[in-house]
């Protein structure tokens, strides 16, 4: 009686942000820890279907004591928990328990043994409720581990080992089931509810907590999936990390024999063409919202399962992603609002910011994100990071030290037009009309051939301000200013030279910095047109076209 009323509480308040001590007092006493008792399984009903492999190197590093993020865990096995010199990043690695894929990837029995100890280790610490170790996002994560790679662990355990594997695992369950969403946000919802599923495919005594399950995904795919399949973080790799979990879902309800839910096919069948709208030539993805390029191999893995043959749309309406193709030029443009509140919280000034590449080979792009955090969590979401028009150093969206957005543009949209091949697009966003009186228009040009792109920046106002328009330059570009200072040269990898000249602002070559591809920032270059707009604002005129090999 207790349990279910503590349940149907719980329930009715999913979504709170609990304050610590309330929270603590709660979940933490031992009468709470007493509704979480009860008979426990000894072998699982079924095993949801794994199909995304681990990371080999990263599972040899663990085997030997190391955790990524270039810390060391050696020692005591305890240490991967509880030693408060290890960076927040890889105590919810740790804990959320994702590394078994790549104990798994390695596949020895020395693997299968550390992982073992390593689980009956948490066990031991972890008894009950755990303020960081329980928190929704990493206790999903866990639990759908330790689901997903029961075979691989528990082969040749002791009765002991299992015994307790299976107390824990519906302990944390059922807690889940109580609090889930949890007050957790955006599309770790969706991994909180992908626990939900396995749990019920695989624990005896949960199959009836099916419907609630449901319930709970279908209200999440209306709130954030949006109509032409984007996510609503408008974050690329939040678009991989969502579809993949929904394909998880629907096979784990698959395999059981039980009806994929309409809503659920619709998401994974519009989910997976925005998906590759938002990729490059070389097949990783864009770097807009906070994204980074993740691997091709993973894309493409994630789009063969999701098993929706619809091709990359030129526009995302909904999202405001628009993808200019012609030749062997790709350009990728944000033209839409950031997301809303409650989805804002890490999401980049970036608006009408670009990036563009030839073949497989990227020239323009933004700066990208630094998933390890540190001293580039705030610089990388700056306007100045990114390839597009700032104002007077100031963010065209203004970012809370709690990491949501205050103001923010309201009004972005664009217009796109098409002609034997050509590509025009113009675009446009209210974010410096409260700061400036300023609204900012980008038009840009593809020509047929795809050797031609010809840009506009104008600053629509009457109020003079400074202002400065960047092309931030993936790494492996080599550039140097020509003509005095007029233009600048422009060299990808292959030898291809593409040349950047502009009017009405002063161009200059400046440092950049470039976090994208998941390793440590890597220096990069930018140019920057520099100038001041006038009472009757400001237009500025720039082209990219391809030259020869002698330029």
């Known amino acids: 009686m207790v349990g279910r009323l503590i349940s149907r509480f719980q329930t009715a308040v999913h979504s709170w942000r609990w304050p610590r001590e309330v929270e603590q007092a709660f979940f933490g006493s031992s009468i709470y820890a007493w509704t979480l008792r009860g008979r426990a399984p000894k072998a699982l009903a079924a095993i949801p279907t794994q199909p995304w492999p681990g990371d080999a190197r990263r599972g040899a590093e663990i085997l030997s004591g190391q955790f990524p993020l270039g810390e060391a865990l050696s020692g005591d096995t305890g240490s991967a928990w509880e030693d408060s010199s290890v960076s927040e990043e890889s105590r919810a690695f740790a804990h959320g328990f994702s590394w078994l894929s790549d104990l798994r990837t390695v596949g020895s029995d020395a693997a299968r043994r550390h992982g073992r100890e390593l689980m009956a280790t948490w066990m031991d610490r972890n008894p009950g409720w755990d303020r960081f170790a329980w928190r929704p996002s990493l206790l999903a994560t866990r639990i759908i581990h330790w689901i997903a790679e029961h075979d691989f662990f528990c ?36 991994t909180v509810i992908k626990a939900l599923f396995y749990a019920v495919a695989a624990l005896p005594g949960f199959e009836g907590r099916m419907r609630r399950a449901r319930l709970l995904l279908d209200q999440e795919i209306r709130h954030q ?7 609503i973080q408008r974050c690329p790799s939040v678009q991989l ?45 864009a770097l807009f919202n906070g994204s980074s390029e993740g ?28 993808r200019l193709k012609a030749g062997r030029t790709l350009i990728l443009f944000d033209a839409g609002a950031p997301p809303p509140a409650h ?92 700061p400036f009186g300023i609204v900012h228009r980008r ?39 020509l003509s005095g200072g007029q233009a600048a040269l422009l060299r990808l990898p292959s030898g291809e030279g593409w040349r950047l000249q502009a009017s009405g602002a002063a161009l200059h070559l400046d440092e950049s910095i470039y976090l994208g591809s998941g390793e440590n920032e890597r220096r990069a270059e930018q140019l920057v047109l520099d100038g001041q707009s006038s009472e009757g604002g400001a237009v500025i005129k720039w082209a990219l076209r391809r030259v020869g090999p002698d330029a």
């Open 295 to 322: 691997e091709a191999w993973l894309v493409d893995a994630v789009l063969a399962q999701a098993n929706a043959p619809g091709r990359a749309p030129d526009e995302l309406r909904h999202a405001g992603f628009q």
């Open 155 to 190: 082969a040749s355990a002791s009765d002991e080992f299992r015994a307790g594997y299976f107390k824990s695992l519906t302990r944390q369950t059922r807690h889940l089931f109580r609090i889930a969403p949890g007050g957790e946000s955006g599309a770790v919802r969706f």
């Open 225 to 231: 999936i949006l109509a032409d399949g984007a996510h």
């Open 343 to 434: 989805f804002d919280r890490g999401c980049h000034a970036g608006t009408l910011s670009f990036e563009m590449d030839v073949g497989k080979e990227r020239l323009i792009v933004n700066c990208g994100a630094s998933g390890h955090g540190g001293r580039w969590t705030s610089a990388q979401r700056t306007t100045a990071a990114h390839s597009t028009l700032v104002v007077d150093d100031t963010n065209s969206s203004e970012i809370r030290e709690d990491g949501s957005l205050g103001r923010r543009p309201r009004d972005a949209r664009s217009r796109r037009e098409e002609a034997e091949g050509a590509i025009l697009l113009e675009a446009s966003h209210d974010g410096y009309r409260e």
């Open 241 to 285: 990390r969502a579809l993949r979990t929904l394909i998880d879902i629907r096979a784990c309800l698959a395999a059981g024999g039980h009806e994929i839910p309409p809503l659920l096919r619709s998401a994974i069948d519009r989910m997976a063409p925005a998906l590759r709208a938002l990729r490059h030539g070389d097949g990783r993805l």
């Open 443 to 481: 038009c840009i040009y593809l020509s047929a051939d795809g050797y031609d792109v010809r840009g506009e920046d104008s600053l629509l106002g009457n109020r003079p301000c400074r202002f400065a328009i960047r092309f931030h330059l993936h790494p492996a570009v080599r550039s140097s200013l």
